[in-house]
């Protein structure tokens, strides 16, 4: 198969290798905020934020160069962040064709006017041609996968979504290898919903290394704040369960399937492991605002803080119209007010885990 | 309230920070096991283990003594590890009253001879002098909840179970402070099959780790296996869920509260960062055998390794018996082949995640 990769970053890039391993010819087109990436594919045949090789037969191609890397490609990976999901469908549209897939690995989340969750496959279709927007299949790679290890063939394992189930399969078929597990499915919303929200979530985890921090870091006896990091997490994943009901068009027992696994506690899991929102979660929990913070991370993409800030404007309409019950989401309130509203952090543990009796 | 925890182990002895600081009168009583900590308690009011000065009022007895510190206590907290649960049956058997609540702290699981999982509050029960055991009410601590945290009064959130709710209630008031947030719940089963599953999935999830160092460490790019531990933490879930669903008498609603929520992923989260059964994982994941393992490790409690003993034999016997189907815990037969039958690791990831598509 032809595959494009729009987007040089690190799980675009990443999703080279099973591509490369299963014999596709690969392009890999960066973005014009990639054009030093690509210029060092280009010449030494080395990606400088993934410290990797390219994988053999992978042809970088500058942003100018996107007509002729998408000449006759089957499938287009949008390897964009959730700021260039807007970008993206501009960039590609032009050379769509009937009958292409477009999979996205990028988490995010939107809302409409009404508040409505709008997953990132469905803003990317929002921006594509109307001509050909309904001749083409979205789809979206989530779960647990942090790029360099993919990239680096540890085992991984994932799930790819699409409305059009057949074109999930399909696509689990081009990109599986021995070492990157693909499950498909034809729950897209739900999946897209567990990644976005996961990574808010963990925002909330990352808190308690910040509030351990400012009660003075780990005290004589040793004693950290796991407990809290633990509990945080699993209001997380109580949470995310919710959305997954409130979501609509997704049965009860997928519901659970998700809740208690992969899209949700494992992508969770993997995310809290590290990373730029696990720091941003330390700062606030130490007692930083939200403003210096941003400012102490310069530059980086704070995708959570995004979800967090989509969600205060959505989350008062949606309890408006009577779809979010007052008080159901006590820990993305929380972030709300931690990261919009500039009020002091107030992790309201107690009124956590609601039916538990 | 007269409160008396048997048992002066970590998790037993940091019960005493909320019951002395709710103003209880409470005992601490050592096994035979644990004279050199009572001594120290005695003469210095210093835990050895906890490395904490015991909070004010506690009053520390030696095993031999036990009949003066329950002399009319109301709550007796059985402290020992599960390996000691069939003693504390007959230590506190004599000295048991009408209408006392009894509360375990310990995690475990045992088997009938036909396979039916036995909860350890029920193993307590069964150890019970018969004319008294129908009158006190038995209970169960379990959530993500590190002792040493408790101890230093960080902040902890815990579910009290009890088949007689009103008993959880109770208890929940008695130990309840600002800092150790407690959820009751009348489902001891379902509570008591988390906290024991999670110490085996744990056992799974540190797997990764030694893998990591089989195959040379981190490599030059700074890839490590979380993605691979957070595929094994999601199928830990989703097996956790199975079992919560098949042990019966567990609401379908109550299965998902808690297979998303605290007592699941919540207890399982906290207990992959560290401690014994990580280091268990991790030498296993490496290429040790479980008896190589055994002998590193000697001298420490491995409470995962007998629960996945115990379930090598109940896990035939189920399915033999219709009750659990062939091929639908993978990762514990996983752990099942490696722990008892001496086999080499072998992660069986395309068997995860059945009806995700």
């Known amino acids: 198969m032809k595959v494009a990769i729009v987007g040089a970053g690190l ?22 905020l990639d054009g030093d990436i690509i210029e060092s594919c280009r010449e030494r045949g080395y990606h ?6 390219l994988p053999s037969g992978v042809r ?5 160069e996107i007509a002729q890397a998408l000449d006759g490609v089957d499938v287009i990976v949008s390897g964009v962040n959730s700021l260039g999901v807007h970008w993206i469908g501009h960039a590609i549209g032009p050379y769509l064709r009937p009958g292409q897939l ?5 988490k995010g989340l939107e809302a ?28 979206a790679i989530a779960g647990p996968c942090i790029a360099g290890e993919l990239a680096g063939r540890r085992q991984s394992c994932v799930v790819y979504g699409s409305r059009d189930r057949h074109a999930a399969y399909e696509l689990a078929g081009i990109f599986r290898t021995s070492y990157y597990h693909i499950w498909p499915t034809g729950d897209l919303v739900a999946l897209e919903l567990c990644a976005a929200f996961k990574n808010a979530y963990t925002l909330g985890v990352g808190l308690a290394a910040g509030l351990l921090e400012q009660a003075g870091g780990v005290d004589s006896a040793g004693a950290y704040t796991y407990n809290l990091a633990a509990a945080t997490f699993a209001q997380g994943c109580t949470e995310i369960s919710r959305w997954l009901q409130i979501a609509g068009g997704v049965s009860a027992e997928k519901v659970h399937v998700f809740a208690y696994g992969l899209p949700s506690p494992g992508d969770f899991y993997v995310t809290t492991q590290g990373g730029r929102t696990v720091r941003l979660g330390r700062l606030l929990g130490a007692g930083h605002t939200f403003a210096e913070a941003r400012e102490i991370m310069a530059g980086e993409t704070l995708e959570a803080a995004e979800i967090v800030r989509v969600m205060a404007d959505a989350l008062p309409k949606l309890t408006a119209r009577g779809i979010v019950a007052v008080g159901e989401f006590p820990l993305l309130q929380a972030l709300v ?15 956590y885990f609601q039916s538990m009796a």
């Open 11 to 32: 799980m675009g890039t990443a999703t080279c290798y099973p591509l490369s391993d299963n014999g596709h010819d690969v392009r890999l087109v960066g973005t014009h």
């Open 48 to 53: 400088p934020r993934l410290k990797r090789q």
């Open 60 to 64: 970088p191609f500058f942003v100018d």
């Open 102 to 106: 477009v999979v996205a690995v990028t």
């Open 112 to 139: 409409a006017e009404n508040g409505d969750l709008l997953i990132l496959p469905d803003v990317v279709y929002g921006e594509l041609p109307e001509d050909v927007r309904d001749e083409v299949t979205l789809a």
């Open 337 to 351: 007010d931690v990261v919009v509203r500039g009020l002091p952090l107030d992790l309201p543990l107690d009124a």
